[in-house]
T-cell receptor, first 119, second 114 residues
Framework: GAVVSQHPSWVICKSGTSVKIECRSL??????MFWYRQFPKQSLMLMAT?????????EQGVEKDKFLINHASLTLSTLTVTSAHPEDSSFYIC???????????????FGPGTRLTVL | AQSVTQPDIHITVSEGASLELRCNYSYGATPYLFWYVQSPGQGLQLLLK??????LVQGIKGFEAEFKRSQSSFNLRKPSVHWSDAAEYFCAVDVTGTASKLTFGTGTRLQVTL
């Protein structure tokens, strides 16, 4: 499958600061990427769809001013957690749909995730 | 809205034993069904998927799953578990047909004893 990377793999920050997480599609261009959030011992929840050249689409209940998404290029999407608080601590995962990689069927390729801890 | 239930939070099996992980979904029609595995430090990896056709699907690493419409289930099986199979397993459904909105179950953590 396609290779999707995330950086950093983990980050610790102080409450009130902002943190940027990068998601890169390493071997193909992606006009669409997805951002998920995973709480400990819980499922992945889709946060938003990142669209290259246009605004991100957020799922219901996700604060778009809190979680800023920028699809800077066809290989890079960033998620910025603004004014982070301890409740934002979580595992953030990005993915790219297979159609972007020329896939013949529908699936998503996932990045390894970024663990955010807000003190 | 669709939902996915994985009734078993944690399962422990001995190496070499058979495995079955349960997954039930709630949706009016037949969705696209997936099983993913998540290992520490690695992204979710697709084990197998069901779109239509043969209800018994084969995946990677010796896994298979059977879609049962009457039971709204898509259980994952492996005849002989290896210690390297220890990981978190997620069942997911997609009702859009475009893999744009995956709904995940809460996951089942598999522990393998030697």
């Amino acid at each position: 499958g396609a290779v999707v990377s995330q950086h950093p793999s983990w980050v610790i920050c102080k409450s009130g600061t902002s943190v940027k997480i990068e998601c890169r599609s390493l071997d193909f261009q992606a006009t669409t990427m997805f951002w998920y959030r995973q709480f400990p011992k819980q499922s992945l929840m889709l946060m938003a769809t990142s669209n290259e050249g246009s605004k991100a689409t957020y799922e219901q209940g996700v604060e778009k001013d809190k979680f800023l998404i920028n699809h800077a290029s066809l290989t890079l999407s960033t998620l910025t957690v603004t004014s982070a608080h301890p409740e934002d601590s979580s595992f953030y995962i990005c993915s790219v749909p297979s159609q972007q990689a020329g896939g013949a069927y529908n699936e998503q390729f996932f990045g390894p995730g970024t663990r955010l801890t807000v003190l | 809205a669709q939902s996915v239930t994985q009734p078993d939070i944690h399962i422990t099996v001995s190496e070499g034993a058979s495995l079955e992980l349960r997954c039930n979904y709630s949706y009016g029609a037949t969705p696209y069904l997936f099983w993913y595995v998540q290992s520490p430090g690695q992204g979710l990896q697709l084990l197998l998927k069901y779109f239509s056709g043969d209800t018994l699907v084969q995946g990677i690493k010796g896994f298979e799953a059977e879609f049962k419409r009457s039971q709204s289930s898509f259980n994952l099986r492996k005849p002989s578990v290896h210690w390297s199979d220890a990981a978190e397993y997620f069942c997911a459904v997609d009702v859009t047909g475009t893999a744009s909105k995956l709904t995940f179950g809460t996951g089942t953590r598999l522990q393998v004893t030697l």
